[in-house]
T-cell receptor
Framework: ETGVTQSPTHLIKTRGQQVTLRCSSQ?????VSWYQQALGQGPQFIFQ???????GRGNFPPRFSGLQFPNYSSELNVNALELDDSALYLC???????????????FGPGTRLTVL | EDQVTQSPEALRLQEGESSSLNCSYT??????LFWYRQDPGKGPEFLFT???AGEEKEKERLKATLTKKESFLHITAPKPEDSATYLC??????????????FGQGTELSVKP
């Protein structure tokens, strides 16, 4: 069984640039969620994708956008980077529970983004 | 507002010194409470899921319990390799928030030999 993978591992950008982060979900999973984790804080929910559509969104501005592909991999795009966007970006995959119950999310290693 | 608070923020133990980490939560309709372990610079590693009050789960030196307002992660006879940040998260009802997890800020555990 292949776990969740993310690329790149580290990334350095300057303010105003755009960035794309990538995630491959765990085998058998159909849902991908993205989280932002600032240093010393818990992860904050950005959005979730199911069946290639956004299935929920946290309190992040529209310059944070995403995609999910037919093979359930996903991208996170951030436009007009700001200094506060510096963080660890985490991707989590899961199998959506259509009955409405809880479901475990399994995280990738993360991408460390630094904005200068 | 759905919220998760973890205490203490940091905990230093001697090897073999048992202790507990606390996770207090307020959420409208708990769908699940999750414990994760996170090593520095890495992604969270799944440990346990608890769904209802009274439920308990165990894995090696770790035991997680759940009440209607809080969860505890008990660590029995910890070893230095248990040093990490432990994160607690609750899963909100699936309205327009998808299956988002709401995390606490974590407890940084350090176990000295």
């Amino acid at each position: 069984e292949t776990g969740v993978t993310q690329s790149p591992t580290h990334l350095i950008k300057t303010r105003g640039q755009q960035v794309t982060l990538r995630c491959s979900s765990q085998s058998g999973h159909n849902t991908v969620s993205w989280y932002q984790q600032a240093l010393g804080q818990g992860p904050q929910f950005i959005f979730q994708y199911y069946r290639e559509e956004e299935n929920g969104r946290g309190n992040f501005p529209p310059r944070f956008s995403g995609l999910q592909f037919p093979n359930y991999s996903s991208e996170l795009n951030v436009n007009a980077l700001e200094l506060d966007d510096s963080a660890l970006y985490l991707c989590a995959s899961s199998l959506l529970n259509l009955a409405g119950g809880g479901n475990e999310q399994f995280f990738g290693p993360g991408t460390r983004l630094t904005v200068l | 507002e759905d919220q998760v608070t973890q205490s203490p923020e940091a905990l230093r133990l001697q090897e073999g010194e048992s202790s507990s980490l606390n996770c207090s939560y307020t959420v409208s309709g708990l769908r699940g409470l999750f414990w994760y372990r996170q090593d520095p610079g890495k992604g969270p590693e799944f440990l346990f899921t608890l769904y209802s009050a009274g439920e308990e789960k165990e894995k090696e030196r770790l035991k997680a319990t759940l009440t209607k307002k809080e969860s505890f992660l008990h660590i029995t006879a910890p070893k230095p390799e248990d040093s990490a940040t432990y994160l607690c998260a609750v899963q909100a009802p699936r309205d327009n928030q998808g299956g988002k997890l709401i995390f606490g800020q974590g407890t940084e555990l350090s176990v000295k030999p």
